[in-house]
Nanobody
Framework: QVQLAESGGGLVQAGGSLRLSCAAS????????MGWFRQAPGEGREFVAA????????YYADSVKGRFTISKDNAKNTVYLQMNSLKAEDTAVYHC?????????????????WGQGTQVTVSS
């Protein structure tokens, strides 16, 4: 089993920045990729960014490309999401997720374990 714990959410003004963290514990050796997803009120869960376990490969949703950066600290088993130039439409609960096998993907159903989420609210 792998446990994921997100932190770093909060309230920020438009144009501001936040850094989310996702600490992984348990049987992380089988993890091949980590992703960040978000869910706004009344909306489905959408892909934000993903990274391979080695950190060599990254993917971003078009809506966040150039503003968000995903990274990983292998020594700490922690994945980060640096969010800059935040907009009101970035307001959502952000979840990190892990994938056990295959390659880095951007689809929600492909991820095997999930954190509880952290709220990000951007005021305009």
């Amino acid at each position: 089993q792998v446990q994921l714990a997100e932190s770093g959410g909060g309230l920020v003004q438009a144009g501001g920045s936040l850094r989310l963290s996702c600490a992984a514990s348990g049987r992380t050796a089988s993890t091949v990729a980590m992703g960040w997803f978000r869910q706004a009120p009344g909306e489905g869960r959408e892909f934000v960014a993903a990274i391979s376990w080695s950190g060599a490969t990254t993917y971003y949703a078009d809506s966040v490309k150039g503003r968000f950066t995903i990274s990983k600290d292998n020594a700490k088993n922690t994945v980060y999401l640096q969010m800059n130039s935040l907009k009101a439409e970035d307001t959502a609960v952000y979840h990190c997720a892990g994938r056990r096998a295959g390659v880095v993907v951007t689809t929600t159903d492909a991820y095997d374990y999930w954190g509880q989420g952290t709220q990000v609210t951007v005021s305009s």
